[in-house]
C-alpha cells in the first residue's frame, strides 16, 4: 500500500486542499499564476509539500487564482481559516453583519465575563 504524502507545512496543506477543492491540477494552477507550463506542476508539488515556499507574491496570485484570500494560506488556526474563507465569499453586505454581529457577541461577552468575574 502506497503513503500518502502529507504537506509539510501549513501552506502546503492550505494550497493542496483549496486545489482541490477548486477542482484544478497543480500544473493548471502553476500556468495560472504565471510559470512556465514545464515546470508548473514540479513547483507547485513542492510548495504543496513543504519543500519550498513561494514568495509572498506567488502566494497572492495562487490566492488570486483560486478565488480566496491570501490571509487563508496562512492562518495557523483552522476555524479562523474557515471564517475567512467564509467571509471572503459573502457580501460586502453579508460582511458588515457578520462584523456587527461578532462585535456584538464580544461585547456582551466580556460584559457577561464582567459581572461572573
Not at 62 to 87: G, H, N, Q, R, W
Not at 95 to 110: A, G, I, M, Q, V
Amino acid at each position: 500500500m502506497a503513503k500518502t504524502k502529507h504537506p509539510k507545512s501549513l501552506f502546503g496543506r492550505r494550497l493542496r486542499e483549496a486545489r482541490q477543492d477548486f477542482g484544478i491540477a497543480q500544473d493548471k494552477l502553476g500556468v495560472m499564476i504565471g510559470l512556465d507550463e514545464s515546470c508548473s506542476s514540479a513547483r507547485m508539488s513542492r510548495y504543496e509539500n513543504g519543500i519550498h515556499a513561494p514568495a509572498f507574491e506567488t502566494s497572492e496570485r495562487i490566492a488570486e487564482a483560486l478565488k480566496l484570500p491570501t490571509a487563508y494560506f496562512y492562518c495557523s488556526d483552522d476555524m479562523l481559516a474557515e471564517i475567512i474563507k467564509i467571509y471572503f465569499g459573502i457580501s460586502k453586505d453579508a460582511r458588515l453583519s457578520l462584523y456587527d454581529f461578532s462585535r456584538d457577541l464580544t461585547l456582551n461577552f466580556k460584559r457577561e465575563s464582567n459581572i461572573l468575574g
